[in-house]
């Protein structure tokens, strides 16, 4: 079966340094999304990909958070510098054809922790 | 604006006994697309089902079974005879249909914990 890929699962830095999070979505699927999920709470949108270009970026603090899919396929999240704050789990999901209409199956996560 | 309410926040049962989650939402669209997604420890979402807003009929898979009410905005999920391994975090979504931005909007999510 097909799955989201996304790499690393687990990240410690310490705050002010740089991370970069990598996702690979289902091949085929157009459409990508990067989500942050707080402890105890449900994810919240941060970017999404129509291809490789960005249909939403309203969410994410573009001050220090960046987002990129070059090609279309897969995409990094940047946070440069990091703060405590930006401890979270952080979700690749992708969906393909129509947008709005199909299902969002997400990754395994990237777990931050910003020391 | 659009908003999903889970109001159980941890619900403790023990095996074998059925168990209702709660989901209610708020949208001003006439089209829009409801999910259920689970969240076991390892923090993967695995997709459950997905509701458009035009199909009420309730809907059953294996101990699984799920009620859509437009008339209270409800999309509630039961499962019957619980197993130790439905032990995870339930999360509601609401997605509107049409051009623009497709992001999921979540609820804060059940803990169900099952009880061997």
């Known amino acids: 079966e097909a799955e989201v890929a996304q790499s690393p699962r687990y990240k410690i830095t310490e705050k002010s340094q740089a991370v970069a999070f990598w996702c690979d979505p289902i091949?085929?699927?157009?459409?990508l999304y990067w989500y942050r999920q707080i402890l105890g709470q449900g994810p919240e949108l941060l970017v999404q990909?129509?291809?490789?270009?960005?249909?939403?970026d309203s969410q994410l603090p573009k001050d220090r958070f960046s987002a990129e899919r070059l090609k279309g396929v897969d995409s990094t999240l940047k946070i440069q510098p990091a703060e405590l704050g930006d401890s979270a789990m952080y979700l690749c999901a992708s969906s393909s054809g129509l947008r709005g209409v199909e299902t969002q199956y997400f990754g395994p996560g990237t777990r931050l922790l910003v020391l | 604006a659009q908003k999903v309410t889970q109001a159980q926040t941890e619900i403790s049962v023990v095996e074998k006994e059925d168990v209702t989650l709660d989901c209610v939402y708020e949208t001003r669209d006439t089209t829009y697309y409801l999910f259920w997604y689970k969240q076991p420890p390892s923090g993967e979402l695995v997709f459950l089902i997905r509701r458009n807003s035009f199909d009420e009929q309730n809907e059953i898979s294996g101990r699984y079974s799920w009620n859509f009410q437009k008339s209270t905005s409800s999309f509630n999920f039961t499962i019957t005879a619980s197993q130790v391994v439905d032990s995870a975090v339930y999360f509601c979504a609401l997605l509107r249909s049409g051009g623009g931005a497709d992001g999921l909007t979540f609820g804060k999510g059940t803990h169900l914990i099952i009880q061997p």
């Open positions: 091949s085929g699927h157009a459409t």
């Open positions: 990909f129509q291809d490789e270009s960005v249909v939403d």
